[in-house]
C-alpha cells in the first residue's frame, strides 16, 4: 500500500524531471540556433572550420544523449507514481 508520503515524494520526482527536461529542450533549442557562433567561437581558437564543425557534432550529439536519458528518466518517474497511484487507489476500492 502506497503512503500519502510515497505518492507526495513520487510525484516531486515526475515534476523534477518534468523541469529539467523542459529547461533541457530549451538549451537544445538554443544549442541549433547558435551552430554557427559556436563554430566560429571555436575558430577563433584556432581550429580549422572541419575540425570546429566536428567539435559542435560532438557536443550537439552529447547533449542529445542527455536529453534521451532525461526523457527516460521522466518515463520512469512517471512510471513509479502511477503504481504507487494504482495502489493507493486499490486499497481504497
Given amino acids: 500500500m ?21 529547461l533541457a529542450a530549451k538549451g537544445w533549442q538554443l544549442l541549433g540556433r547558435s551552430r554557427a557562433a559556436f563554430i566560429g567561437s571555436l575558430r577563433h581558437t584556432g581550429l580549422s572550420y572541419a575540425h570546429a564543425q566536428i567539435k559542435f557534432d560532438d557536443f550537439a550529439e552529447e547533449q542529445r544523449r542527455l536529453y534521451e536519458n532525461l526523457t527516460e528518466a521522466l518515463q520512469a518517474a512517471q512510471r513509479d507514481y502511477d503504481a504507487l497511484q494504482a495502489q493507493a487507489d486499490a486499497s481504497h476500492g
Fill in 2 to 22: 502506497a503512503t500519502e508520503e510515497e505518492l507526495r515524494a513520487a510525484q516531486a520526482r515526475v515534476a523534477g524531471a518534468q523541469q529539467q527536461l523542459a
